[in-house]
């Protein structure tokens, strides 16, 4: 797994898990959401953001999280290994996402100028994730990387037992020697 692309609800854990995945496989980390939003929350043009995520996963090796089906897939999965969906529990989710809203704790893959607020509208996109959004972000993966393995996993347990499988890669040097 050199190219892995991680997706699911909102506060399902995509992020912690490509900050896992990066430092056990050692491998670069791709957070669409930073590519994605400008200062305040404000969307960018439609091909500026295409070019950052294509810069982003030209290399080849990456850990690319993040949904944004119909405008990243067609640059993301025809690349891709593997591909991990967060099956995660809607109730976790939004817990998850309504207590970092609340707690206001500074993550790193917020995007630049765009802190946490309390939103409604996220809050109902989260809630209805599996109803409203997943049969769409499906469809298109199905029709972008109908070949890449998927693998689901639900709960922490089982992600922390995924995470044990994988091999502790070596992180190498500024020659490219192991540390």
């Not at 982003?56 to 891709?80: I, K, Q």
């Not at 802190?115 to 199905?142: C, H, T």
Request: charged share 25%.
């Amino acid at each position: 797994m050199q190219r892995i692309v991680i997706l699911g609800n909102g506060g399902s854990g995509k992020s912690t898990l490509a900050r896992a995945l990066g430092k056990r496989l050692n491998l670069p980390v791709v957070h669409l959401d930073p590519l994605f939003w400008e200062p305040g929350w404000t969307e960018p043009d439609a091909e500026q953001f295409r070019m950052r995520v294509s810069q982003a996963v030209a290399s080849d090796a990456w850990v690319c999280e993040g949904n944004y089906a119909r405008r990243t897939f067609d640059l993301r999965l025809p690349r891709a290994d593997v591909i991990i969906w967060l099956d995660t529990p809607r109730l976790t989710c939004f817990t998850r996402v309504i207590m970092r809203s609340v707690t206001n704790r500074v993550r790193p893959d917020l995007p630049a100028g765009c802190g946490e607020k309390f939103d409604w509208v996220f809050l109902k996109y989260v809630w209805n994730f599996d109803q409203g959004s997943r049969p769409g972000i499906e469809a298109v993966r199905k029709t972008a990387g109908p070949h890449i393995p998927v693998i689901h996993l639900r709960t922490t347990r089982q992600i922390a037992d995924f995470l044990d499988t994988l091999p502790a890669m070596p992180v190498s040097g500024i020659d490219g020697s192991p540390a």
